[in-house]
């Protein structure tokens, strides 16, 4: 029986992504909506937007010509209204235009070459230092109040968020190997900027436009609303702080341009979120599958045992939205006492398999089908107050990483001090006791001393032996050990094997050790599960695997060991130096 791999799943595009999540084609469409109103807007109005009529002085709304009546100056609120998206965009399009140009080439050169990057750093931090609106309103002489001219300083104070923003995404990727490879492969460094850089960074950077359109209209419209600009230009500032001198008497004249300019903003809000989501992938919440009730066991062939594992599979989440397996049907039983040894290549799902029965896959994994049976109860779905009170007492663990699984910021004796007394209830001083007795089982020759020292002041073998000494202290019946030597010299390796097979012949625990190495297995296992690709592909004695392997992927693995044949026993040639065959020997 051989595994299939599985097929490679097509990856929509980007306007394909974005068209099956309903938040960006509703934001997209009201946009869209707003943006074709106001270009429409002369053939949906009789008068311009600077037309006043003394007759239409707060003219109500539904008045031959003014659909929405007319403002405290006689002018079409709809006419203006619609002018008023037109600004909008057009000061969108200026202030997202200049900040990008700036801002992205700025931070391109700066991020790829160090020797700009000093000068670029000093100069975008002193365009920050400028307060943008009241900097706007002292250039007022000189911008003469024309938004355009206003939205393109506000684009080049807007550049510095940018430049910030594409400088690190590119010192980010300037030295991947693709990069390199671009450089090795003689493409000039524009080149490799355009082609290869800009790129890989697009998708912050388009994302941050549309949060940059959202500030130009926002900024635009503040101006006008505080009197900056001419009252030619029809904008929803204007409009809104002509509503506001009416409210009490015509608050529809203020609903109408807040509601418009509301609308035009959270658009672009909300469809910058979708953009990311579909540029970086959106984290889906994970789903809670219901768990497996045990079935009757009527006929009594159902799998009995310690710990049984039937048809689990896990998936993640990809970037558009399908769901990826990485384990795939896993059935696996323990009896108590026994010893399993889960082999298989790296990636091909143990660490996977082992953090579902302890329940601390990382919250995007969703567990698609199975279940997890520990003494005939159902993990999977069990609350995680009940689940809490499993681990670390029924179930225990041994990493793969002793140094990293070790506070640095307290002792070796707090860290075992603590998980005792919350794991059994004991007072300071009991819990002390019972961890240097600990430490001496575990092999750790003064106890006391190791007690007082910090993780970097012992070494990596030393950690293992605190772990595991942790791991035991509530003689749990099951204790899951994820390469717990793939970390160590080879000499502890077999140090803390033993140690990990004394203990468990000691209390009687049930033993999973997962491992990509058949050496390991060897001595210390009863049977063996081999994984490949999610699956289990043979499980049997050790024994049975190592004299009889059925699989061809276990024969493989099997034939990766190195054994007293495969030594090289020709001589050295005579130009190895002296000390290379000292080594040798
Ligand atoms: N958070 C995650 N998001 C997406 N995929 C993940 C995540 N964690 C693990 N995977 C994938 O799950 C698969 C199985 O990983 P797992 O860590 O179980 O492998 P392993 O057999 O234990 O290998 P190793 O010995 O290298 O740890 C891998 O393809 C890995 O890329």
Redesign the pocket.
Known sequence: MTAQAPAPRRRRSLAGRLLRDPQAVAAASVLLIIVVLGLIGPLLTSHGPNEASLDSINADPGTPGYLLGGDRSGQDILARLLASINTSVVSALIGTSIALLVGVSAGLVGGYYDRIRGGAEWLFSLIMTFPGLLLLIVLLPLTKGDFKVTMVIFGVLLSPGVYRLTRNLVVGVKNELFVDAARVSGLSDPRILRRHVLFAVRGPVIIATAFLAGASIGVQSGLSFLGVGPATTPSFGAMIAGGFAELYTEPLQFVWPSLMLGMMTASLVLFGNALRDALEGATRKPVKIKPVRPEPRTTGDAPAGLLVVEDLAIA?PTPSGEL?E??SGVSLSLDAGETLGLV??????????A?AILRVL?A??VVTRGSIRLDGREILGLKEKDMRALRGRSIAYVPQEPMSNLDPSFTVGDQLVEGLRAAKGLSRKEARAQALALLERVGIAEPERTFRCYPHQISGGMAQRVLIAGAVASRPVLLIA??PTTALDVTVQAEILDLLRDLQKELGMALLL?T?NFGVVADICDRISV?RE?QIVETGTALEVFREPAHPYTRMLLDCVLDENTVRTDPPPASVPAHAEEEQR
């Open positions: 993640y990826r990485v384990v298989g290549e790296s990636g091909s799902g143990k660490t996977q398999t953090f990382p995007e994994a994820d390469e997962v990509h994984m999610g």
